[in-house]
T-cell receptor, first 113, second 112 residues
Framework: QKEVEQDPGPLSVPEGAIVSLNCTYS??????FMWYRQYSRKGPELLMYTYSSGNKEDGRFTAQVDKSSKYISLFIRDSQPSDSATYLCAACHQNSGYSTLTFGKGTMLLVSP | EAQVTQNPRYLITVTGKKLTVTCSQN?????MSWYRQDPGLGLRQIYYSMNVEVTDKGDVPEGYKVSRKEKRNFPLILESPSPNQTSLYFCASSVQENNEQFFGPGTRLTVL
């Protein structure tokens, strides 16, 4: 079982919809959680970074972490065609100076005008 | 402009012909990493470097070598490329591994 699981999609929504993207993880040692956005033919870029359980909001984006159920979510409000991309969740833990960063496989999102 | 650069962006080569993909960052980051991205498999880490002269294997290191002689550069070396190394490669850097990773634009490699 991969440590970070993510539905590959594609997820197709109309413009203006609320989008929910989700990941589950198995390693309870993960402490840091990130969401990256990757446009076609580009490198991933960081969208959201969270450390603890709870919500973090940035504009139309909200990241949610539930450590008790090992569940990570990204919500996009008022989705736009420019949000069409692949969204990668990532988790990291650090122990005695050694860190590991694990990515999910990514979910492709398509927002139609 | 803060960035990670990779060269070449596209490369078609033949089995067994040694090649090097360069990676350079101008943000004075200590941590650098190489990933390959394949359909259905996602991003998989090949090698990473915590600092100059410190490198370690990631999840899929077989067939690759790296070096970190300077802080800004982290080249990926394929001594004898094989077709199963056809992939999209990304270099990334960050202050530390648990910080935001800045990715390069990618190198699409085809090994015939």
């Amino acid at each position: 079982q991969k440590e970070v699981e993510q539905d590959p999609g594609p997820l197709s929504v109309p413009e203006g919809a609320i989008v929910s993207l989700n990941c589950t993880y198995s390693n309870s040692a993960f402490q840091y959680f990130m969401w990256y956005r990757q446009y076609s033919r580009k490198g991933p870029e960081l969208l959201m970074y969270t450390y603890s359980s709870g919500n973090k909001e940035d504009g139309r984006f909200t990241a949610q972490v539930d450590k008790s159920s090992k569940y990570i979510s990204l919500f996009i409000r008022d989705s736009q065609p420019s949000d069409s991309a692949t969204y990668l969740c990532a988790a990291c833990h650090q122990n005695s100076g050694y860190s590991t960063l694990t990515f999910g496989k990514g979910t492709m999102l398509l927002v139609s005008p | 402009e803060a960035q990670v650069t990779q060269n070449p962006r596209y490369l078609i080569t033949v089995t067994g012909k040694k090649l090097t993909v360069t990676c350079s960052q101008n943000m004075n980051h200590e941590y650098m990493s190489w990933y390959r991205q394949d359909p259905g498999l996602g991003l998989r880490q090949i090698y990473y470097s915590m600092n100059v002269e410190v490198t370690d294997k990631g999840d899929v290191p077989e067939g690759y070598k790296v070096s970190r002689k300077e802080k800004r550069n982290f080249p990926l070396i394929l001594e004898s490329p094989s077709p199963n190394q056809t992939s999209l490669y990304f270099c990334a850097s960050s202050v530390q591994e648990n910080n935001e990773q800045f990715f390069g634009p990618g190198t699409r490699l085809t090994v015939l």
